[in-house]
Structure formats: structure tokens, C-alpha cells
T-cell receptor, first 115, second 113 residues
Framework: AQSVTQLGSHVSVSEGALVLLRCNYS??????LFWYVQYPNQGLQLLLK??????LVKGINGFEAEFKKSETSFHLTKPSAHMSDAAEYFC?????????????FGTGTQLKVEL | GAGVSQSPRYKVAKRGQDVALRCDPI?????LFWYQQALGQGPEFLTY????????KSGLPSDRFFAERPEGSVSTLKIQRTQQEDSAVYLC???????????FGEGSWLTVV
């Protein structure tokens, strides 16, 4: 079974400050890892994903994440927060071995960006 | 259309009423998924189709939940005899094929009163 833990249901940063959203996963097989963003009353939008290869993954809107197998982590970062980054962020893990790319999501982190 | 389209966007149902939620995936997408997102939670997998075949329905919470995709395109999620705990956002998603990026719709918000 797979699971995802997102530490901190709410994170608040100042505009221009570093954004760090934490994600740890549990998987019995090599995982595929994802970060999604959800703006109010909208669906989920893919920020970035790790499948194989380079462990540092760059996504849209200046976000990036690093897959660290030894730490079972996939933390999301952005060097400088912008007001438009305020949203809910979900980390997810997928296992293709089961015949489908079923995603298991964390409970989400609400990011607040303050002036 | 350009994205995954869901209807209705908002539905209020009386307890015991049946509801049907529709999903139009991106044209040509083989894989289709339904997720349930309760307030303050992450989405949880309900079921998965590859074309018209329902390959995984392990996430459906009870036999009151039923999904179909008869022609391998549009899908309908039906909930019979709705209960208050069914109140959630129901997200549909599609991907071109297995392993490709999954695209989500904006969701159908169901409130059972």
C-alpha cells in the first residue's frame, strides 16, 4: 500500500520568501511522485512530476522538487513566493505496477502568502 | 473541448435522492478516473476506466455508487439513495493512456441535505 504525508496543513510565508512544502511517501515499489496545485473552486493542476531519471524536477511557475529516496521525501520549493502562489498544494504518489496510474494523495497544505 | 468538463458543477440533493454526475474527458483520452474529495481532505480514488472497461472500482465506498463509460468517452457516476456523508467534490480526470499525465476537471460539488 502507498501513502503520503504532508507535514503542515497550513504554511504562511512573506512575499519574496522561500516556499518549502514537505511531502514524505511510503511505497513498496519505486514510486512516481507528483505535486498538484488547487486554486479555490477549481480542479487540480499538475505542477511537476518525478518518474525516473534526474531527481531534481522543475515544474511550472518556478516550483521544483527533489526526490530523495533515502529520506522517502519529495519536498516542493520555490525560491521567492508570489501572491499568486496562494493555493492548496497536494503531493501524490502513483504505482504503475497495478495496471493503472491511480494516485494516492496527501491531505494537502494550504499556502498563504503575506505582504 | 480543451479540458475535462464536468456537470453539474453544483448539486444539492435531499437525503435519499439519486444523483448522476457527468464527465466529458479530453477527446481521445483512453484512461478516465473518478476521485472523491471531502472537505479539508485530499482526493481519494474511486474508480478507473480504460476505454469502456472499468478496470478498478476498489475505491467505491458502497454499492450505492456506480460508474459507467459505455462508449469509452463520456462517463457517469451515479449515487443512489444519497446520504450526508456523500457530500464532497467529485473529481473526474483523464489521461491519453496509461502512464501519461492526468488532467483533472473542476469537479462536481455535491451537498446532501
Amino acid at each position: 500500500a502507498q501513502s503520503v504525508t504532508q507535514l503542515g496543513s497550513h504554511v504562511s510565508v512573506s512575499e519574496g520568501a522561500l516556499v518549502l512544502l514537505r511531502c514524505n511517501y511510503s511505497s513498496s515499489v519505486p514510486p512516481y511522485l507528483f505535486w498538484y496545485v488547487q486554486y479555490p473552486n477549481q480542479g487540480l493542476q499538475l505542477l511537476l512530476k518525478y518518474t525516473t531519471g534526474a531527481t531534481l524536477v522543475k515544474g511550472i511557475n518556478g516550483f521544483e522538487a527533489e526526490f530523495k529516496k533515502s529520506e522517502t521525501s519529495f519536498h516542493l520549493t520555490k525560491p521567492s513566493a508570489h501572491m499568486s502562489d496562494a493555493a492548496e498544494y497536494f503531493c501524490a504518489v502513483s504505482d504503475l505496477s497495478g495496471g493503472g496510474n491511480k494516485l494516492t494523495f496527501g491531505t494537502g497544505t494550504q499556502l498563504k502568502v503575506e505582504l | 473541448g480543451a479540458g475535462v468538463s464536468q456537470s453539474p458543477r453544483y448539486k444539492v440533493a435531499k437525503r435519499g435522492q439519486d444523483v448522476a454526475l457527468r464527465c466529458d474527458p479530453i477527446s481521445g483520452h483512453v484512461s478516465l478516473f473518478w476521485y472523491q474529495q471531502a472537505l479539508g481532505q485530499g482526493p481519494e480514488f474511486l474508480t478507473y476506466f480504460q476505454n469502456e472497461a472499468q478496470l478498478d472500482k476498489s475505491g467505491l465506498p458502497s454499492d450505492r455508487f456506480f460508474a459507467e463509460r459505455p462508449e469509452g468517452s463520456v462517463s457517469t457516476l451515479k449515487i443512489q439513495r444519497t446520504q450526508q456523508e456523500d457530500s464532497a467534490v467529485y473529481l473526474c480526470a483523464s489521461s491519453l493512456k496509461l502512464g501519461n499525465t492526468i488532467y483533472f476537471g473542476e469537479g462536481s460539488w455535491l451537498t446532501v441535505v
